[in-house]
């Protein structure tokens, strides 16, 4: 079936770091997948998304990497800031739907001082 | 724009009251979502809907009924609320491609004794 996981469910680091956040996902079939963060009490933001046709987006401060072959997604942000402490979920696109997302758990991002 | 906002951002119900929860959105978007968050969770599909007067079921629509009579509004009724309801629930707007990108409300915050 379709799933979406993380592999750390917290993540300290330190400010001015960059920050690997880490997302497996089991459709091999998937063909877009999606990185929101969530600030305590809010909604989930969109950070940024990426198709299966590529490998690498970048955006400001943050890059997503695909790994097609191991079914392996990943968010680093570059220079973590103390505003960059959120939970961060990856999502994919349904396979049957153009527009459901199976969501992950969500990794907690701690930016220690 | 507003973007998606919710009605109301906090509720306490006792068990076996009916309530019901409304969300709007002004982006003209044909796709709307209902999501429930559990502490430490990700995100679980309740109902969706993919156009005025059309609804569907998600991964946990039991306990749930909505309405979609207008594009820009979408409800979640709670016909007789019960402990396990408790939990925070976020609407969500989506447009067709090429972003499957969905934008969140503020979320609200129901507690059931």
């Known amino acids: 079936g379709e799933s979406v996981g993380l592999h750390l469910p917290t993540l300290s680091v330190q400010e001015g770091d960059n920050s690997i956040i880490n997302c497996a996902y089991s459709n091999s079939a998937s063909d877009y997948f999606i990185w929101y963060k969530q600030e305590s009490g809010k909604g989930p933001q969109f950070i940024i998304d990426i198709r299966s046709n590529m490998d690498k987006r970048q955006g400001q401060r943050v890059t997503v990497l695909l790994n097609k072959t191991v079914k392996h997604l990943s968010l680093q942000i570059a220079a973590t800031q103390p505003g960059d402490s959120a939970v961060y979920f990856c999502?994919?696109?349904?396979?049957?739907?153009?527009?459901?997302?199976?969501w992950g758990a969500g990794t907690k991002l701690i930016i220690k001082p | 724009n507003a973007g998606v906002t919710q009605t109301p951002k906090f509720r306490v119900l006792k068990t076996g009251q009916s309530m019901t929860l409304l969300c709007a959105q002004d982006m003209n978007h044909e796709y709307m979502y209902w999501y429930r968050q559990d502490p430490g969770m990700g995100l679980r599909l309740i109902h969706y809907?993919?156009?005025?007067?059309?609804?569907a079921k998600g991964e946990v629509p039991d306990g749930y009924n909505v309405s979609r009579l207008k594009k820009q509004n979408f409800l979640l009724g709670l016909e007789s609320a019960a402990p396990s309801q408790t939990s925070v629930y976020f609407c969500?707007?989506?447009?067709?491609?090429?972003?499957?990108?969905?934008?969140f409300g503020p979320g609200t915050r129901l507690t059931v004794t």
């Open positions: 969500a707007s989506s447009q067709t491609l090429p972003s499957y990108e969905q934008y």
């Open positions: 809907s993919v156009g005025e007067g059309t609804t």
């Open positions: 999502a994919e696109r349904k396979g049957d739907s153009n527009y459901q997302l199976i």
